[in-house]
């Protein structure tokens, strides 16, 4: 079993930036992909952004290309999303979720845990 905790949500100005961090239980967070997804009030769970096991392969959906940043570091059993150049339609709840088989998943039902989530809103 993993537990997912994720932090560094919180009220940013547009154009700013915030890294939300998820910091993973148990021995086998470096086997798994990581992936970010969001949720906006009245909206489906979308995804955001995904990692493999290694770091070596990463996704992220059209609307944040460019502007975040996945990122994790093993040592420390912890997968960060650095997203700079905000905007207020990434307001949503940002969770981060693991997935046991290693590959990037891009749905959420690809996905085995998840975290509580984090709350980011972009003032305009």
């Known amino acids: 079993q993993v537990q997912l905790v994720e932090s560094g949500g919180g009220l940013v100005q547009a154009g700013g930036s915030l890294r939300l961090s998820c910091a993973a239980s148990?021995?086998?967070?470096?086997?798994?992909?990581m992936g970010w997804f969001r949720q906006a009030p009245g909206k489906e769970r979308e995804f955001v952004a995904g990692i493999n096991w290694s770091g070596g392969i990463t996704y992220y959906a059209s609307s944040v290309k460019g502007r975040f940043t996945i990122s994790r570091d093993n040592a420390k059993n912890t997968v960060y999303l650095q997203m700079n150049s905000l905007k207020p339609e990434d307001t949503a709840v940002y969770y981060c979720a693991g997935e046991r088989r290693g590959g990037v998943a891009v749905t959420t039902n690809g996905y085995d845990y998840w975290g509580q989530g984090t709350q980011v809103t972009v003032s305009s």
């Open positions: 148990g021995r086998t967070f470096s086997s798994y992909a």
